[in-house]
């Protein structure tokens, strides 16, 4: 059973960062897709980045300010958020894929971690 598990969210001003973390245990060398998305209330879940061996995708609105990469050495997925924005507030997940990021597809999510933004 693979099991996401995120870490790393908390409150902050506008224009701070955080590091967000996702460990999947004996999953982080796989070739295939991993991303971060974001739920904020009354809103539709959202994909923010996605990365597979070959690929890395980022939603418009977080680009230039996130980044998302492996941590071979901690076997670990990483969101690395700068400058936040209030509009950034959201529940943050982490999922993972039996396939590449082109098939769109993610079997097994984390249980969120909270991210509050205040301006």
């Known amino acids: 059973q693979v099991t996401p598990v995120e870490s790393g969210g908390d409150s902050v001003q506008a224009g701070g960062s955080l590091r967000l973390s996702c460990v999947v245990s004996g999953y982080i060398y796989s070739r295939y897709c991993m991303g971060w998305f974001r739920q904020a209330p009354g809103k539709q879940r959202e994909e923010i980045a996605v990365?597979?061996?070959?690929?890395?995708r980022y939603r418009d609105s977080v680009k230039g300010r996130f980044a998302i990469f492996k941590d071979y050495s901690k076997e670990t997925l990483r969101l690395q958020m700068n400058n936040l924005k209030p509009e950034d507030t959201a529940m943050y997940y982490c999922a993972t894929s039996d396939e590449y990021c082109s098939a769109g597809h993610f079997a097994y999510w984390g249980q969120g971690t909270q991210v509050t933004v205040s301006s």
């Open positions: 990365i597979d061996a070959d690929f890395t």
